[in-house]
């Protein structure tokens, strides 16, 4: 039963206290020549299955009939308000025509766009910007404003880009304003908007607001990652507070302004699991398209309901595979539900959005998935040595391989409290496995690279393996050989000493066999060295480096960039849906006992272990042309147009990542150089001092004091600083995020978790290697239950949404009134489709080896897929969003 005051339905006007003065009040009538407006609003009534308010437009419909209308009033930039001549004056009301016959009663969101008339004094000049006052009982959401019907020479169709949810007007403290879509720097803003432009920002950084947060304020603040663990259900879910310590620093999160928990004041309450009303301001939650294809997503992560169900249903030894066949019947055919109870049981406690979802074709099988690109070609080449090393370079993690410069490899961890931890590889080896060339050649000659996971993992190795986990911290050489690919030499697997951490480590190293039991342990040795790499691609490369790090940006530029900036209009399509995302991350993923705890080998430290990273975390250094040189895979090149030479030439997401980098710099560097004529008009620009300055301080304010934070005080840092916010969010994060299923998908390519240490000779494990290598091997890796969690979510994580918008694509073609910015973009966008191009030639190119390997998958993970408009979504393996997203 829905509940609604009649006194509201009714439109019964409560007892009023003194009013605020409000702009609409501020409206004088004078006699002056006036003219008629036409124009186009664009409008959506509700979200996509908005339950809880099934009547909204029905009560809106009451609403429009009873007057209480929808208004719209245009701000002049040329004629002061009298009232108060720091504003515009504002025009006479006009209101959304036909409401009652257009908006339907429907549980689905439609566009509607609605006639408005606005009588208008032509001494006023074009309006810059309006004030829009929602009377309805509901929210609706605001596309756009389309003026039209000024005189020849005024600039044609003026338009305002609006993209935001409108509340009843009773929500808000203080007037909804939009602008045109025409850029300012803060010095160049209509001295009658300026005023409008401050209290707009002020809005939105919400003054401190205590409390929590309603889904109708718009306030963007900073908060602790204080709110993943959960002390009142005990010890074992209580998780450290991450930022605002030397110890576990982080990146700032969005505030909620939720309750301190009882258990542990510090710690912020959480939401039941089944409420996903998580707040984020409300114009940064999903549109209803990416709400209805994520629906699922919220489902699967519910580990709490669907791990004893799985359970129930395994029809074979309980959280085992018995063989490979198994593994692949979770493609073929899924896993057979024992009866129809089971269902029904399953129906009762899910939403039957997204157990429709989970039951696949027939309806009799259980959690069938889509064949991974993996297995495509072939069934066994992912666990050939040459996949092996092949993933490093255009897997789904290919951002840590590095040269190695010296040999034995070095550790960078503390002697004095971890001992001696550097690698106990020796050149006895691996030289007969070096096509002829000796250790020395090799380094001299570039040949010799690391998969380095050492350092990282051994700090928490000894925590870590107190828990089901059985892991070790390994180090993995390979060479470079004539014909482009890498040949795995050793992989070093580590554990703490036994003593004590302080008496350094106990390794063990393993070269390749491809027959009996010594090649039984090296494909097991490959396994560690993968779960190691898997957790630290969600982990490291994933979550922290992308989603974790670009939310202090998001936050900043709306609380201190106007969306008149043109900064702003730059970076904001590169904001899209990160919020919401890393919201709902924080509260069903990465949280204590969440998903990610449970499938990936850290456990309950993986988010320790990943605030331990950021502590080397350095803004600058992820630009890429850096980033491969601070790895040694390629050198300072001038002539080059990245500034760089790769060492490895067929290294796709370096090779094809290079050319978006250099297209995304020029882009930029056009648009700024266009509103920044100098480095003064940089200095000068208070929005964008105010913008860094509480990026670097509060928003990654735990690396406040870092040296290598650019200046801002040069067109060139700027350029520089936008470039790489860009990058991070679209091309970077599609590199490590839509590879996921097509690699991980089958999870015995890439593991983990391992569950038992490398079998030592004369034990029981040992023998059952020499027996029956692949039943060891899954014994070892990710049990069931975990993998078929885990390929859940990784399938919804590396869909493209069918509302996706790609580098180089806009959602409005009118997102800006400058014709030179506009100019450059195309520019831009024709430069991506060139590459698209470059990408398709070099995959057909039978010479680079790495691009498709023995697996036949063709690198397109950096394919930019901006020609691509058919929103068609799916699990397609190519395509560079703008923004972080899934």
Not at 170 to 184: I, T
Not at 192 to 213: A, F
Not at 745 to 756: D, I, Q
Not at 796 to 824: F, K, P
Request: charged share 25%; glycine share 6%.
């Amino acid at each position: 039963m829905i509940h609604t005051d009649i006194a509201e339905i009714l439109c019964v006007k409560p007892k009023t206290k003194k009013k605020t003065k409000t702009m609409e009040q501020d409206v004088k009538k004078t006699k002056t020549k006036t003219m008629k407006i036409e124009g186009e609003v664009v409008v959506m009534k509700k979200n996509l299955l908005d339950f809880k308010d099934v009547m909204a437009s029905l009560l809106d419909r009451i609403h429009e009939l009873l007057g209480r209308r929808v208004s719209l009033h245009l701000i002049s930039s040329l004629q002061p308000d009298p009232a108060n001549e720091k504003r515009g004056r504002l025009g006479k009301a006009a209101h959304l025509e036909n409401w009652v016959t257009k908006i339907k009663t429907s549980v689905t969101a439609e566009e509607t766009t609605f006639g408005v008339t606005f009588d208008w004094d032509e001494s006023m000049g074009p309006p810059a910007a309006f004030v829009i006052k929602n009377h309805h009982h509901s929210q609706f959401y605001l596309k756009s404003l389309t003026l039209r019907g000024f005189p020849e020479g005024e600039g044609g169709p003026i338009h305002f880009l609006c993209n935001s949810w409108i509340y009843p007007s009773h929500r808000y403290r203080s007037d909804r304003v939009f602008f045109s879509n025409k850029a300012y720097l803060p010095s160049n803003m209509p001295e009658l908007l300026k005023e409008l432009r401050e209290e707009e920002l002020m809005n939105l950084r919400g003054n401190q607001k205590e409390g929590e947060l309603k889904e109708w304020d718009r306030v963007y603040d900073y908060a602790y990652y204080n709110d993943l663990g959960a002390p009142e259900k005990g010890p074992n879910s209580v998780r450290p507070v991450l930022g605002g310590s030397s110890d576990l620093p982080y990146p700032r999160r969005g505030k909620t302004g939720r309750k301190p928990n009882i258990a542990d004041p510090k710690s912020e309450s959480r939401l039941a699991l089944l409420n996903l009303n998580i707040y984020v301001p409300r114009d940064e939650r999903f549109s209803h398209v990416k709400f209805s294809d994520v629906l699922v997503y919220a489902l699967k992560a519910v580990t709490q309901v669907l791990v004893p169900e799985i359970a129930s249903v395994c029809n074979k030894t309980i959280n085992e595979f018995d063989s490979y066949e198994d593994v692949f019947h979770l493609y073929d055919d899924g896993i057979k539900l024992a009866d129809g109870h089971t269902i029904s049981k399953l129906r009762d406690i899910i939403p039957w959005e997204i157990f429709r979802e989970l039951i696949r074709n027939d309806g009799e099988r259980f959690l069938k998935f889509p064949l991974p690109d993996i297995l495509k070609e072939s069934r066994s080449a992912w666990r050939t040595d040459e996949e092996f090393a092949r993933e490093m370079l255009a897997g789904l993690n290919p951002v840590v391989i590095s040269r190695l410069q010296e040999f034995p490899p070095k550790s960078n961890l503390d002697s004095a409290k971890y001992g001696n931890q550097d690698s106990s590889i020796r050149e006895e080896h691996i030289e007969a496995n070096m096509n002829g060339l000796n250790v020395l050649d090799a380094l001299e000659q570039n040949k010799l690279y690391i998969l380095d996971h050492h350092d990282a993992l051994m700090p928490y190795l000894a925590r870590i393996n107190t828990t089901n986990t059985k892991t070790y911290a390994t180090r993995t050489l390979l060479l470079l050989q004539e014909d482009g690919t890498l040949k795995p030499l050793a992989i070093e697997l580590s554990l703490p000493h036994a003593q004590g951490e302080a008496h350094g480590s106990v390794s063990k190293v393993f070269t390749p066999a491809e027959t009996g039991v010594e090649g039984s342990i090296w494909q097991l040795a490959k396994a560690y060295a993968a779960v190691n790499d898997s957790g630290y691609h969600q982990l490291i490369s994933h979550w922290l480096q992308t989603h974790a790090v670009i939310e202090p940006f998001i936050m900043a530029s709306n609380r201190q960039l106007s969306v008149v900036h043109p900064i702003y209009k730059l970076l904001h399509p590169h904001f899209r849906d990160t919020m919401n995302i890393n919201a709902l991350a924080r509260h069903v993923l990465i949280n204590s006992d969440g998903i990610l705890e449970i499938t990936v080998f850290p456990g309950r430290y993986a988010m320790e272990l990943s605030s331990s990273i950021y502590k080397n975390w350095v803004f600058t250094d992820q630009a890429l042309p850096k980033d491969l040189v601070k790895r040694g895979v390629a050198v300072e090149d001038p002539n080059s147009d990245s500034g760089v030479k790769l060492l490895i030439e067929d290294y796709p997401y370096a090779v094809d990542g290079l050319e978006i980098w250099s297209a995304i710099k020029r882009w930029v560097t056009e648009y700024c150089s266009f509103y920044y004529k100098n480095d003064k008009t940089v200095q000068t620009d208070t929005e964008i001092q105010s913008w860094w300055t509480e990026l670097r301080t509060i928003g990654h304010g735990d690396k406040q004091h870092e040296s290598w934070w650019p200046s801002m005080q040069t067109r060139d840092d700027l350029i520089e600083s936008c470039t790489i916010i860009i990058w991070i969010a679209s091309a970077l994060h599609a590199a490590v995020n839509f590879g996921q299923y097509p690699y991980a998908g089958f999870l015995p390519n890439r593991p983990t978790v391992s569950r038992r240490f490398m079998p030592e000779p004369g034990t029981v494990e040992y023998t059952e290697l020499a027996e029956d290598t692949d039943v060891a091997f899954l014994k070892t890796i990710t049990p069931q239950l975990q993998t078929l969690l885990g390929i859940s979510i990784i399938e919804t994580l590396s869909l493209h949404s069918t509302d996706e918008v790609y580098l180089g694509q806009r959602e409005s073609l009118n997102w800006t009134a400058d014709d030179e910015a506009l100019e450059a973009f195309k520019r831009f966008g024709k430069e991506l489709e060139l590459i698209e191009n470059n990408i398709i030639k070099r995959n057909n190119n039978k010479r680079f080896k790495n691009r498709t390997g023995l697996v036949n998958i063709p690198y397109t993970l950096l394919y930019p897929n901006t020609t691509d408009y058919t929103r068609e979504g799916g699990l397609t393996g190519k395509g560079i969003p703008n923004s972080v997203s899934i």
